[in-house]
């Protein structure tokens, strides 16, 4: 291959918007757990024993989505575009999707007008289709696609 085969066009990093800080997450939790551990002993001494463990389970589960919201936030994928190939790496790799790479001149760019939560960046090659930054807001997605069908025009016009 030539060096101008190899020639990046794009190379971007999409990540998902980043949760609070640990230690904000940690005070929201533990403010939580105050207000709901003041209420259950409000219910216990009513005689309404029964409520203070659902009040526990409530901080108990609240803790389980932020440290989701956490992991997930860890994500993230490699988008790269040469002449030659267009690669896209999730990190952490996943067992139902690994690392994807297609040739760019077959590569057609999918995303539906206007851009909301619903709305997919797909990848089709060859009847297959990949979705690609499904964690970013919709804004990010479409400006994405755009920058993305920009490099893909170009690494099939230009010549070689």
């Known amino acids: 291959m030539s060096d101008r085969e190899n020639e990046v066009l794009l190379d971007a990093v999409l990540r998902p918007s980043p949760p609070l800080s640990p ?3 940690k005070l929201i939790l533990a403010l939580v757990a105050l207000i709901n551990l003041a209420f259950a002993l409000s219910f216990v ?3 309404a024993w029964p409520i203070a463990p659902f009040m526990g389970l409530d901080v108990a589960l609240l803790a389980w989505a932020f440290r989701a919201s956490r992991i997930a936030a860890k994500r993230q994928e490699h988008v790269t575009l040469t002449r030659a190939l267009l690669s896209i790496v999730t990190r952490p790799p996943r067992k139902d ?5 297609l040739n760019p001149y077959w590569v057609r760019v999918h995303m539906a007008e206007p ?3 619903w709305t997919q960046l797909e ?4 009847g297959r289709g990949f979705r690609v930054g499904s964690f970013l807001p919709p804004l990010e997605r479409a400006a994405f696609a755009e920058q993305l069908k920009s490099a893909l025009f170009r690494a099939r016009t230009e010549i070689s």
């Open 23 to 25: 230690r904000f997450l």
């Open 45 to 47: 001494l009513r005689g």
């Open 97 to 101: 999707r690994p690392d994807i790479a």
């Open 115 to 117: 851009a909301d939560h």
């Open 123 to 126: 990848l089709w090659s060859h």
